[in-house]
Every structure is written in C-alpha cells, then in structure tokens.
C-alpha cells in the first residue's frame, strides 16, 4: 500500500482532520470523507478476510507525503512538519490492528518526499518501520521471501496515458528483472510489487515457480492536476 500524498487537498485525510503548526485546524471535503470509506473498508473488512486472520506484514510504497513540487497549490499545508504528521496520525491506526506484525517503507519520488527522501524517512523512522543493514528506516527496495515465492518491492515503475499501453510497463519490469538475474547468476523474482503510477494493474508471467506476477498498487489520491 502507498502513495496517501499526506497533505494533499485530494488525497487521504482523517475524519478528524489536521491541526497545523499554527493551531489552525484543516477539515476533510466530501470527497476526501469518501476516500476514508475506502480507507476502512480496506483496512476492517478486505485485509481480514485476506489474511484469513494470518498476521500480517505492511509495506508502504511511498510517496506518503506531498510535499511542495512543481508550484502546487493543492496542499492544505505547505508545511511539510504538517504532511508528516499527520501520515504518521494516519498510520498510527494500521499498526495498531490485530494480526499486524512488521512495517517495511520504500522510497517515493524526490520531489513528492524530498531529496534523499528525507519525508520518508521522518515519517517511516517515526512509525518504527524495520531498518535495513544500514540502519535506514526508509529503503530503496525490499527483497522479501513469501513461502517459496521472493518478491522485490520498489517505488518508480513508468506511466502511461494509453489504457491500451498500461501493462506494458509492467512487461519491460519483469524482462528487465528476468534478464538481470540471468546475467549476474542471482535467483530471480517470482513476484514485482511497484507503486507511483496511482493505478492498480497486474500481469502474469512464466516465473521460478510456475506463475510469476507484477503488480502496481492503487494510490489514495484523487485525481489531481499531475
């Protein structure tokens, strides 16, 4: 899951909305109240019928917050103390749900999150996600073994404005992958998780062991002039 772009006008904000630094209190708009029914949908009726009550791991795609990019007016805070808050508000709730066992954070896009991801790694160290070997709460990529399956989680995958085209984005990331690890004499992945394009879309390929699959996931964010 990602891509919430806290701070954003248009995208995921808590029903009791957002106290900035100044004491101004920022409430959510219709549609953002409907983005929250979404919200606890998928967290208090989809996930456990998902894990069929299993504990679970959360890997946060990035780009949790919006920052301040390409002259945008659409934030309700240009603070970015203010975005970062209140995503940690936000995630505070997902981490207290029964079955949850570890938070993983990826790396978003710069100019969403900051040079170096500076926001990511505010935020992720903030909510106690698990540092890779050195020591960074928020991570480039995350490589992680699911049953037999090993699945490599990253950020960037490209976009397209054709339907026609949506997948095959998703086609050159796992020919890319596939080539890689036949190249350096690595095991491959059997599964690609990707977010950024705010869209949700899967393929299906030969992989390792038998299905492989690449997978965007959705944003929580309308759609805005970007």
């Known amino acids: 899951i990602g891509?919430?772009?806290?701070?954003?006008?248009?995208?995921?904000?808590?029903?009791?909305g957002a106290v900035l630094d100044e004491?101004?209190?920022?409430?959510?708009?219709?549609?953002?109240?409907?983005?929250?029914?979404?919200?606890e949908y998928y967290w208090r009726e989809w996930l456990p019928k998902a894990t069929r009550g299993e504990p679970f791991d959360v890997v946060h795609m990035g780009d949790c917050i919006d920052g301040q990019h390409h002259d945008t007016t659409s934030v309700w805070s240009g603070n970015i103390l203010d975005q970062e808050t209140h995503c940690v508000k936000l995630f505070k709730e997902v981490v207290a749900l029964e079955g949850f066992r570890n938070l993983y954070w990826i790396r978003g896009t710069s100019c969403h999150v900051g040079e170096s991801s500076r926001g990511e790694e505010s935020v992720a160290r903030a909510m106690g996600a698990v540092p890779d070997r050195d020591g960074h709460y928020a991570r480039y990529d995350l490589w992680k073994r699911l049953g037999v399956a090993l699945i490599q989680f990253s950020h960037h995958v490209g976009v397209t404005n054709s339907v026609a085209a949506e997948t095959s984005a998703l086609s050159r990331e796992w020919a890319a992958a596939m080539t890689a690890a036949g190249s350096s004499g690595k095991e491959p992945p059997d599964c690609?998780?990707?977010?950024?394009?705010?869209?949700?879309?899967?393929?299906?390929?030969?992989?390792?062991?038998?299905k492989g699959l690449v997978i965007t996931t959705p944003g929580w964010q309308m759609k805005s002039d970007h």
């Not at 891509?3 to 009791?16: R, V």
């Open 23 to 39: 004491g101004v209190i920022v409430m959510p708009s219709r549609f953002q109240k409907c983005l929250w029914q979404h919200w």
């Open 192 to 210: 690609l998780v990707r977010g950024h394009r705010h869209r949700w879309s899967k393929i299906e390929q030969l992989g390792p062991h038998g």
């Open 3 to 16: 891509d919430n772009h806290a701070g954003s006008k248009l995208s995921l904000m808590h029903p009791d």
